[in-house]
């Protein structure tokens, strides 16, 4: 999964991506405005780790998202044909937002984070109207030499995406059917990707209420409950804090704040769950590692997810959940108590399913 952070100036986007990944880049690496940066951050799973206490593996490898940080986003920036190649290349955009006060740090006018997801926004939709308008001139020259239905199912799916551009609305909130998703998809387009909205926060004493409450009080409602979109608040200064530190000593800090997790934690779970994601195991003494796949999986192509040649080859696959596995103690108990169970290639694999793929290859 690859998801590109984007946002105006001064918002705190690349030391997110910083604190993400934990890239060690100097200040002089971000010197050009346009360079983009690629950092991989690990998916925190706190069953995961459960599971590695169990078993004691000689490795433990956890998911992970590819994160793209591109500079300051604008009209003038998405313009420049390297910088929309970067964002087209993503799976779904991070989009952080300026909810800090410093003044230490400049910013145009007051600070107004509706106003900004809105612009930026309207940055995407125009651009990707641009795109549509020259394509649909490429495809009426083409239509007048020869006409295909291939052609004409393309240029009435563009008309209805033109139209819904023009009624101001991303084409992430578009209705299509399954066959014009997978025609739309080609195209790239900036406002049909999934978006997180990230609130970049003031610290203060009562932080955990102030996260929790973020979306509601800088009325970020409407903006959630639209289709393919979501939001979700950190502080961007005690984040910063807490990646410099122990998890034991990160525990402690996080909870002076009222906080029981860190907002990356809550992050990158938000994107999941934006991008219908979830997460099985494979665990043993050699190896326990967490698989992201999409919701609504079957077995046999979870088992594809590992390596091909298991779904090619799938019989059964050996499944319990993680909880019910670690009150069992081992996967022997778990057999006797009868929670391990044998599952075929259309069970649909659950959120913190263990699976072991029996096959014949």
């Given at each position: ?43 925190p799973d706190d069953r995961l780790d459960r599971l ?260 090619k080859h799938f019989i059964r696959a050996e499944t ?33 399913d263990v699976m072991h793929v029996r096959h014949s290859?």
């Open positions: 999964m690859k998801t590109g952070i984007i946002g105006l100036p001064q918002v705190g986007k690349s030391s997110l991506f910083r604190i993400l990944t934990k890239a060690q880049l100097s200040e002089h690496a971000f010197a050009n405005p346009r360079e983009a940066h690629v950092g991989v951050a690990k998916v590695a206490a169990l078993y004691n593996p000689k490795k433990l490898v956890h998911a992970s998202v590819e994160y793209v940080d591109v500079g300051a986003i604008g009209q003038e920036a998405l313009r420049e044909t390297a910088y929309i190649g970067h964002l087209r290349q993503v799976d779904a955009l991070t989009h952080v937002v300026r909810a800090f006060e410093d003044s230490a740090i400049p910013h145009v006018g007051e600070i107004e984070p509706l106003r900004d997801i809105k612009n930026v926004e309207f940055d995407l939709m125009i651009t990707d109207l641009g795109q549509i308008e020259k394509r649909l001139e490429r495809l009426e020259k083409d239509l007048k030499k020869m006409r295909s239905p291939e052609l004409e199912h393309e240029f009435e799916l563009l008309k209805r995406a033109k139209a819904q551009l023009e009624s101001e609305c991303p084409l992430r909130e578009m209705e299509m059917t399954a066959e014009e998703k997978k025609r739309i998809r080609g195209f790239m387009f900036l406002s049909e990707k999934p978006i997180l909205n990230v609130l970049n926060i003031n610290e203060s004493s009562d932080l955990g209420k102030e996260l929790e409450h973020a979306v509601r009080n800088y009325k970020l409602n409407e903006v959630v409950s639209r289709p393919n979109a979501a939001a979700t608040a950190i502080c961007g200064k005690v984040e910063a804090e807490l990646s410099q530190m122990s998890d034991a000593d990160a525990a402690e800090f996080l909870s002076s704040y009222g906080l029981k997790e860190s907002g990356l934690v809550r992050l990158i779970r938000t994107t999941y769950a934006l991008l219908g994601l979830i997460s099985f195991f494979t665990v043993g003494e050699d190896e326990c590692r967490a698989w992201t796949i999409p919701a609504n999986t079957r077995a046999v192509e979870a088992a594809g997810a590992i390596h091909s040649d298991l779904e319990i959940h993680w909880d019910q596995l670690l009150e069992a103690g081992s996967e022997a108990n778990a057999r006797a108590k009868a929670t391990l169970r044998l599952e075929g290639k259309d069970y649909i694999v659950k959120d913190g290859g």
